[in-house]
T-cell receptor, first 115, second 115 residues
Framework: AQSVTQLGSHVSVSEGALVLLRCNYS??????LFWYVQYPNQGLQLLLKYTTGATLVKGINGFEAEFKKSETSFHLTKPSAHMSDAAEYFC?????????????FGTGTLLAVQP | NAGVTQTPKFQVLKTGQSMTLQCAQD?????MSWYRQDPGMGLRLIHY???????DQGEVPNGYNVSRSTTEDFPLRLLSAAPSQTSVYFC??????????????FGPGTRLTVL
């Protein structure tokens, strides 16, 4: 069965510092990979996704993630944090193939940005 | 387009009461799903549907019923509410086929408290 692990339920960085949010998956076949962001009292918004092709994926708001098959990882990074990046971030996977779009989510990482 | 809409935004129930959470989308998406979000547990899939008349269980289906009589609507029914169902509920939808099938759109959520 597929699973997703996000290391660190809370991450705090200073404004302007590097943001690194970790995500590892467990699957016999590399799945489709996603990062979603949730701002307070809002729904989830897709940041970026990896389906095929280039393993470095760029998303919205300056975020990017790299798919590393050998490490079964899909870590999210941003070179310079902004106060507006404070939110909860979820990594998710979807099984390749099949006619459903079932997503399996990690437990989330709450990002705090200090001035 | 309104996207994915959910009603109500907030609801308080007493143990044993029943209610229906409404979800509608105007994007002609085949796939619709319900998740619950609990602190430290991420989002967990309750039920999903790949088209009108077709539904299936997700990870945590007990205590919930769904039906899909139209493409647009996917209501979630709590037959006899329990305090363990206190949560934030999100509806999501997406295409199943085509180039954009991987992006799920989330509603704003319904915050449910069961006393």
């Amino acid at each position: 069965a597929q699973s997703v692990t996000q290391l660190g339920s809370h991450v705090s960085v200073s404004e302007g510092a590097l943001v690194l949010l970790r995500c590892n998956y467990s699957s016999s076949v590399p799945p489709y990979l996603f990062w979603y962001v949730q701002y307070p009292n809002q729904g989830l918004q897709l940041l970026l996704k990896y389906t095929t092709g280039a393993t470095l994926v760029k998303g919205i708001n300056g975020f990017e993630a790299e798919f590393k098959k050998s490490e079964t990882s899909f870590h999210l990074t941003k070179p310079s944090a902004h106060m507006s990046d404070a939110a909860e971030y979820f990594c998710a996977v979807r099984h390749r193939g099949g006619a459903t779009n079932k997503l399996i989510f990690g437990t989330g990482t709450l990002l705090a940005v200090q001035p | 387009n309104a996207g994915v809409t959910q009603t109500p935004k907030f609801q308080v129930l007493k143990t044993g009461q029943s209610m229906t959470l409404q979800c509608a989308q105007d994007m002609n998406h085949e796939y619709m799903s319900w998740y619950r979000q609990d602190p430290g547990m991420g989002l967990r899939l309750i039920h999903y549907s790949v088209g009108a008349g077709i539904t299936d269980q997700g990870e945590v289906p007990n205590g919930y019923n769904v039906s899909r009589s139209t493409t647009e609507d996917f209501p979630l029914r709590l037959l006899s509410a329990a305090p363990s169902q206190t949560s934030v509920y999100f509806c999501a939808s997406s295409y199943i086929w085509g180039s954009s099938y991987n992006e799920q759109f989330f509603g704003p959520g319904t915050r449910l408290t069961v006393l």
